[in-house]
T-cell receptor, first 115, second 111 residues
Framework: DSGVTQTPKHLITATGQRVTLRCSPR?????VYWYQQSLDQGLQFLIQ???????AKGNILERFSAQQFPDLHSELNLSSLELGDSALYFC??????????????FGEGSRLTVL | GENVEQHPSTLSVQEGDSAVIKCTYS??????FPWYKQELGKRPQLIID?????GEKKDQRIAVTLNKTAKHFSLHITETQPEDSAVYFC??????????FGSGTKLNVKP
């Protein structure tokens, strides 16, 4: 158990819909990263937050948005969903109480299926 | 932005043999290079990492080498075992921000 909690574990929805994925980081971790993993593909970096502020942005579509709340949990919002958005979305956390060993602690992922 | 390329995409070895996976990166500002192992249906987990001020690091059967000049780093697994079968990802990061991952190598260790 990494200490990172993601909900929901599975989600099935239709094209054009909007969903929200939630991530609670490890206790004390200030930074949250979001990744998209399509079938048999690598981990595509979407976005990173640190202590409530956006720190880095990767290949995140305009239809997607995220935020990190004062309690440090994060949400990834995916809108106008397309079939190609079907993927496993991972959240990872690090920067425990401001220090960092470099290790990303991944959650179990949220599997999104768009029909 | 950073571009991390990883080869090979699949690798099949006999139990007891060695396995080598190679990655290149493009951003000279990257200074931290971790390797993650992802077993089927599970989350990626860190197995070894190396920082830019070190050329090689070893942990039991696993070693990583880094060539900053050429911008490439490699994972070496010796005496492979069936439980080493998984997908391995390399990554590059600048000061622990923006971790960019390679496309993954599916390692199959045949008993």
């Amino acid at each position: 158990d990494s200490g990172v909690t993601q909900t929901p574990k599975h989600l099935i929805t239709a094209t054009g819909q909007r969903v929200t994925l939630r991530c609670s980081p490890r206790s004390g971790d200030l930074s949250v990263y979001w990744y998209q993993q399509s079938l048999d593909q690598g981990l595509q970096f979407l976005i990173q937050y640190y202590n409530g502020e956006e720190r880095a942005k990767g290949n995140i579509l305009e239809r997607f948005s995220a935020q990190q709340f004062p309690d440090l949990h994060s949400e990834l919002n995916l809108s106008s969903l397309e079939l190609g958005d079907s993927a496993l979305y991972f959240c990872a956390s690090s920067w425990n109480r401001g220090t960092n060993t470099g290790e990303l602690f991944f959650g179990e992922g949220s599997r999104l299926t768009v029909l | 932005g950073e571009n991390v390329e990883q080869h090979p995409s699949t690798l099949s070895v006999q139990e007891g043999d060695s396995a080598v996976i190679k990655c290149t990166y493009s951003d000279s500002a990257s200074n931290y290079f971790p390797w993650y192992k992802q077993e089927l249906g599970k989350r990626p987990q860190l197995i070894i990492d190396i920082r830019s001020n070190v050329g090689e690091k070893k942990d039991q059967r696993i070693a990583v080498t880094l060539n900053k000049t050429a911008k490439h780093f490699s994972l070496h697994i010796t005496e492979t075992q069936p439980e080493d079968s998984a997908v391995y990802f390399c990554a590059a990061s600048n000061n622990f921000n923006k971790f960019y991952f390679g496309s993954g190598t599916k390692l199959n260790v045949k008993p």
